[in-house]
């Protein structure tokens, strides 16, 4: 009677994921369909046209590159930038589906999967933060842990693992400044192939050394190449292409704030948005499913927690988008304990197992009842909440 009632959990909450993925899917069809339509977004599609056209500036590689290649296809610089994005989704979708695949399926790692923070439904509920430039952190981070598969059979793609690492990592870096506060991500990859006997400690010091020198170049390059109100004005006319009213608005206009002015902004919004009361408790419920979570005693996972939020806490002191910043590092957590537990370095609780008709509700309400918003305003009610409010 147990295993049918847990079979029929498992069936349930399985068509909930697809719902959840149906979701996903249509906003990268909205995506498509209106960006082009409403000639750019100003954040969405603008935060990926920045470019060199007065010189180098911080986040300037995306702008460049997407507009080399439309040239090169003689396609529509806009229509290009939401293809780009809409494919780096469906990519990310399907090697986060991989990641959990190999998992054991329990509620909470759908939990995981299914979560407000995680990119998915973050793309979906918090539509204005969605396909902005993490999508490709994300997905590189994505991309590095499908990548680890052949060094269980040969140590000697070691070398040849950490130069890809470090490729994606130095294009990314003048692609957006926020690669450097993730980096511990980057850095303890290696480490935990360390511990499960994939490479040698060497490996990992030239990991940290690298990882380290490209971070501190790319913070230097951020802090003195950040623009000025001449330069916006510069990228905004190099963009030849019929574009809307305001699109030189929102990113491309963020460029030339020095970071005095981008800490004057943040301090503004904690205090008059009530960001230091409603993140917190984002933050305590992106994290609630990882306490059903363990790990090997050899992994030192404590210290990798502590030096990753200590290194995004910058992040919340120059920029306001917190919830773009916390929906990035549950991500990236959530990707990094799918493949620990894939290696056995990582493991569900029991109690996980025993309760199921538990788990799963917790499993419905933990899904629908809380959205985390990308900035600007406190976190949302999800749809059980809402149905609740309006009944009462």
């Known amino acids: 009677m147990e295993k049918l009632i847990f079979k029929r959990l498992y069936i349930i909450s399985n068509l909930i994921m697809l719902l959840l993925l149906y979701f ?20 969405l599609s603008a935060d990926w046209l920045i470019n060199y056209s007065n010189g180098f500036i911080r986040r300037g590689l995306s702008g460049e590159i997407l507009a080399l290649l439309a ?43 299914c979560s407000p923070a995680f990119y998915i439904g973050f793309s979906y509920w918090t539509y204005r933060a969605a396909f902005r430039k ?71 010091a030239a990991a940290v050394v690298l990882f380290s020198l490209l971070s501190i170049v790319a913070l230097i390059l951020s802090y003195f190449y950040h623009g000025d109100n001449h330069s916006w004005k510069i990228i905004c006319s190099s963009l030849t292409f019929e574009k809307s009213d ?14 005095a002015a981008a800490i004057a902004n943040t301090k503004y919004n904690a205090i008059y948005g009530d960001y230091l009361i409603y993140y917190p408790i984002c933050c305590l419920l992106a994290f609630f499913p990882f306490i059903f979570v363990t790990y090997a005693k050899t992994l030192p996972i404590k210290k990798f927690v502590i030096i990753s939020i200590i290194f995004i806490i910058p992040l919340f002191i120059v920029g306001y988008d917190w919830g773009r ?19 056995q370095q990582a493991y569900i609780r029991p109690i996980c197992y025993k309760h199921p008709m538990l788990f799963f509700i917790i499993f419905l309400l933990y899904i629908f009842s809380w959205i985390i918003p990308h900035c600007c305003t406190y976190p949302k009610l999800g749809y059980f909440c809402l149905l609740l409010v309006s009944f009462f």
């Open 71 to 113: 040239n090169l296809l003689n396609i529509n610089l806009i229509n290009l930038t939401s293809y780009v994005q809409a494919s780096l989704m469906v990519l990310f979708i399907t090697f986060s589906i991989f990641l959990y695949l190999k998992t054991s399926h329990s509620f909470v790692e759908k939990m995981l999967l």
């Open 246 to 259: 305001n699109f030189c608005n929102g990113a491309i206009y963020a460029t030339s704030q020095n970071l």
């Open 134 to 204: 993490e999508l490709l952190l994300v997905t590189i981070f994505a991309i590095l842990l499908l990548l680890i598969h052949p060094l269980k059979t040969q140590k000697i793609c070691a070398n040849h693992y950490l130069t890809v690492a470090i490729f994606f990592f130095a294009v990314f870096a003048p692609i957006h400044e926020m690669i450097i506060f993730y980096c511990p991500f980057f850095i303890f990859l290696f480490v935990t192939l360390y511990y499960t006997h994939l490479i040698d400690k060497k490996i990992v």
């Open 325 to 343: 910043w916390i929906s990035t590092y549950i991500t990236l957590f959530t990707l990094l304990v799918f493949y620990l537990i894939q290696m």
């Open 24 to 43: 996903a899917l249509n906003q990268i069809i909205y995506l498509v369909s209106n960006i082009n339509n409403d000639k750019g977004d100003f954040w």
